[in-house]
């Protein structure tokens, strides 16, 4: 189905009522969403009031005081998500050995009012060290509930209990940005699908585990990648099907190309991260966002080059082959151009007009004084080095060498692009998986529930002991776990002393600090090659309570064997039509049919 931008709830409904399928007979929705991710690049979220310890009001703006592009004085960060003129600074203070400014009633009723002037939809607080103790955040929190009982307040200690200001600042923002949005997307989904009789959604996120809708509602920063989260599940559980247990993944779409990596069988889930240029450190599946997919549309700059993204045709009107209005050529209308695309039609009911997609190539060739093939392979060419870069990055800075991986390759783009993306970074082994066109959405069915909850550390790993660190997991266990969670995996957030960053250290109830020194010096030497003479430090400890994946079973419908019947060979140079995509089987590559679908492509 086409993307309904105005209203994406229709098109849940429409792709349900597409499918046929009787209410009665749907036990489970399983949903992943862009509205977070979209409402900031967009900046359509919520008028959100920020207030923030006197001093420390500063911090959206001043975000690390590093430079958005190192070498282009010309390039900038994104205005922060609160302007200036809507924070509220917060006369109070609390540094790393307690109070020095206590928060007074007078204080909290004047913000209260203050705030109450700015007329907000949504209040955040982010007071200094509240990681430590939240209790002047809470007494803020009440004053505004007071003053305005019908505005939600979002408190960071609750969102990320963890140091780092800027960060736990950003993090609530975020929150209190998406969360009526949010709120009343997922809201107007579920009673869409009961008026159509479907049970509520369960929503997919950043994590790569699934909560229900109600609880989503009020964890909107936790959803800022759901979407592409359920994409590298999904892939790691075909690769665990296919015999192997490494890879990247390549998940290319109409708008942009998500990039991510699984280790072990399962994918990698790392705190942290930035989302349209806001940083949110919650847990989220490593993915690397690129604006690189067939929406892509290709152009000239003032120079003379030729650039493609990261503007995009979108749903609508699209590349110009699909003939709805749009004109400019895009990645799409390359490979169409090229013949690469010549399926008659594609799913959702879009008719290709190769004519056209070769008229706007060529029109574009004509101003760059070139031949429409070869501009045509240009535009694809720049189009792979920016998914390269990103699959470089989820690899390469975190010790991971991309030769050592497959590359599991699949939305409607990722099995045209495969070959190409891994010549580039020397990749011998490509996965093609079954439904390679939705394999998102088989990663949102799978998923298991996924419940996070973090605390505070700051200790030296030395003065850590056995009781109070099981004591604190057993805590943490308390807070994140429900009826349904089956496995709780615990991660200690280390660094050495001084370190402006850390690791997370696998860990249990019946760890203790030197423990995880040992460890933490492992893995320490293990991603940068190197340790330190320095003191250990445990910053924080996380836990995820998550139940039972869904169990599936990949088949071909006909035990295709080496050799039977039924196995399909085929070797490069090859375009393939798949189900819900297209393969290119390049020169030198040779692809082979797998038992449990889908292709293994490899090089010759």
Request: with cysteine.
């Amino acid at each position: 189905m086409l993307s309904t931008p105005a209203d994406q709830s229709e098109g849940v409904a429409a792709s349900l009522a597409a499918l046929g399928a009787s209410p009665s007979g749907v036990r489970r929705v399983a949903h992943g969403t862009t509205v977070v991710t979209n409402l900031l690049l967009e900046r359509r979220g919520a008028r959100v009031v920020l207030c923030a310890t006197k001093g420390a009001s500063d911090l959206l703006e001043l975000r690390r005081q590093e430079r958005a592009a190192l070498y282009d004085l010309s390039a900038h960060h994104p205005p922060p998500l609160v302007d200036a003129d809507r924070v509220v600074a917060v006369h109070e203070r609390r540094t790393p050995q307690g109070v020095s400014v206590p928060l007074t009633p007078a204080e909290a009723t004047r913000v209260a009012d203050a705030v109450a002037a700015l007329a907000p939809e949504i209040v955040v607080i982010s007071l200094l060290h509240s990681y430590d103790d939240d209790a002047h955040e809470r007494m803020l929190a009440d004053a505004i509930g007071k003053r305005l009982p019908g505005v939600a307040v979002v408190q960071s200690a609750e969102v990320l209990p963890e140091i780092r200001e800027y960060e736990r600042t950003t993090t609530a923002v975020a929150e209190g940005y998406a969360r009526p949005r949010v709120s009343l997307y997922l809201r107007h989904l579920s009673e869409r699908l009961a008026s159509g009789g479907y049970p509520a959604p369960d929503v997919m996120t950043s994590g790569g585990g699934m909560r229900t809708a109600a609880e989503a509602s009020s964890a909107a920063a936790s959803l800022a990648l759901s979407g592409p989260a359920g994409g590298v599940v999904g892939s790691a559980a075909v690769l665990r099907a296919a015999g192997l247990d490494r890879a990247l993944t390549i998940d290319i779409g109409g708008t942009s190309a998500d990039a991510g990596l699984v280790l072990e069988g399962e994918p990698l889930v790392e705190p942290g991260g930035s989302v349209a240029g806001v940083p949110i450190a919650l847990p989220r599946v490593l993915v690397e966002t690129v604006s690189a997919g067939g929406g892509s549309i290709a152009w000239i700059d003032d120079g003379g080059a030729l650039r493609v993204g990261p503007r995009s045709a979108g749903a609508v009107p699209g590349p110009v082959a699909f003939g709805r209005g749009g004109t400019q050529p895009t990645v799409t209308d390359a490979h169409i151009a090229l013949g690469r695309l010549d399926a008659a039609r594609l799913s959702g009911g879009v008719t290709l007009d190769a004519a056209a997609a070769r008229s706007a190539i060529a029109a574009l060739a004509e101003k760059l004084g070139a031949t429409a093939e070869r501009t045509a392979e240009a535009i694809i060419a720049i189009a792979d080095a920016a998914m390269a870069r990103a699959l470089r990055r989820v690899s390469v800075e975190r010790g991971i060498d991309p030769r050592s991986c497959a590359l599991v390759a699949f939305g409607g783009g990722g099995p045209l692009h495969a070959c190409a993306l891994a010549d580039l970074l020397g990749m011998r082994t490509i996965l093609v998986p079954p439904h390679a066109g939705v394999l998102s959405a088989l990663g949102l069915a799978i998923a298991p529930e996924r419940r996070d909850a973090a605390s505070s550390v700051m200790r030296a790993a030395d003065a850590v002991d056995q009781g109070w660190f099981g004591a604190r997991l057993d805590a943490l266990a308390m807070r994140a776990a429900n009826a349904s969670a089956t496995r709780l995996a615990w991660h200690a957030r280390v660094r050495y002393a001084g370190q402006g960053h850390e690791l997370d250290i696998a860990c249990a109830p019946g760890d203790d600090g030197a423990a995880l020194a040992v460890r933490f010096t492992a893995a320490h030497a293990a991603r940068y090659g190197f340790t330190l003479e320095r003191p250990v430090e445990i910053v924080a400890v996380r836990v995820a309570a998550t139940g039972d994946a869904v169990a599936v079973t990949f088949t071909a419908g006909t035990a295709m064997k080496p050799g039977a019947a039924g196995q399909r060979t085929l070797a490069g140079p090859h375009v393939e039509t798949l189900a819900d995509a297209t393969m290119v089987v390049a020169p030198s590559w040779k692809a082979r049919s797998l038992p449990i679908g889908g292709f293994m492509v490899e090089r010759v």
